[in-house]
């Protein structure tokens, strides 16, 4: 008798946990929705500003397009407040340049179940076309337009904010090449940090 009552004290135990993960929620699926915004990017020689747009793939891949304006400096150039004015002043100033791009991207969020909704780290790649173009400050030189190839790798992440917004920010390599000389260069790759502001919809 003890024998029988023994073994029903054990088994009790796991017929409770057998009823009760019946009611056990299971953790709700990520959501994944179209992404579109606006971006602000800081490059090694310049700031740009930006639009994106991106839809969602299976496997939590985002594919979109990007466009960018850069406003470029020069390597040499120095800005300054001038101290009797306090207007700001710029030295050794040769070129006024500016790229604008339009990339083709695919975005790949990681460990989308692992980690809560709101923070969405994610690795990412780009690819298009760039066309430059400057006005050199030296009037004996001619002014620039020039196409070339864009593209970059990225990780970064996405905080998902109220109402369906949010940030991100991503560290990126930019590939940039020309295939004349433009701004003194055909080199213009640069590391850029980028923010975005978005909405999930």
Do not use: C
């Amino acid at each position: 008798m003890n024998k029988f009552f023994l073994i029903f004290l054990i088994l009790i135990p796991f017929q409770i946990f057998a009823q009760y993960e019946k009611y056990i929620l299971k953790d709700p699926e990520p959501k994944v929705f179209k992404q579109g915004g606006v971006a602000f990017s800081v490059v090694e020689q310049g700031t740009g500003i930006g639009v994106f747009y991106a839809l969602p793939t299976r496997g939590f891949f985002h594919v979109g397009a990007e466009m960018d304006v850069f406003l470029l400096r020069d390597r040499n150039q120095i800005d300054l407040i001038d101290p009797w004015t306090g207007l700001p002043i710029t030295i050794n100033k040769e070129n006024n340049a500016y790229m604008l791009d339009l990339l083709i991207t695919l975005k790949k969020r990681l460990f989308a179940r692992e980690i809560d909704d709101t923070l969405r780290p994610f690795v990412m790649i780009g690819t298009g076309p760039v066309y430059g173009i400057n006005f050199p400050e030296d009037p004996k030189r001619k002014d620039e337009f020039v196409f070339g190839f864009s593209g970059y790798l990225a990780s970064g992440v996405d905080i998902a904010l109220e109402s369906q917004y949010f940030l991100g920010l991503r560290l990126q390599y930019r590939f940039i090449k020309f295939s004349d000389s433009f701004a003194q260069r055909t080199n213009h790759s640069t590391f850029d940090i980028r923010l975005e502001i978005g909405k999930m919809f």
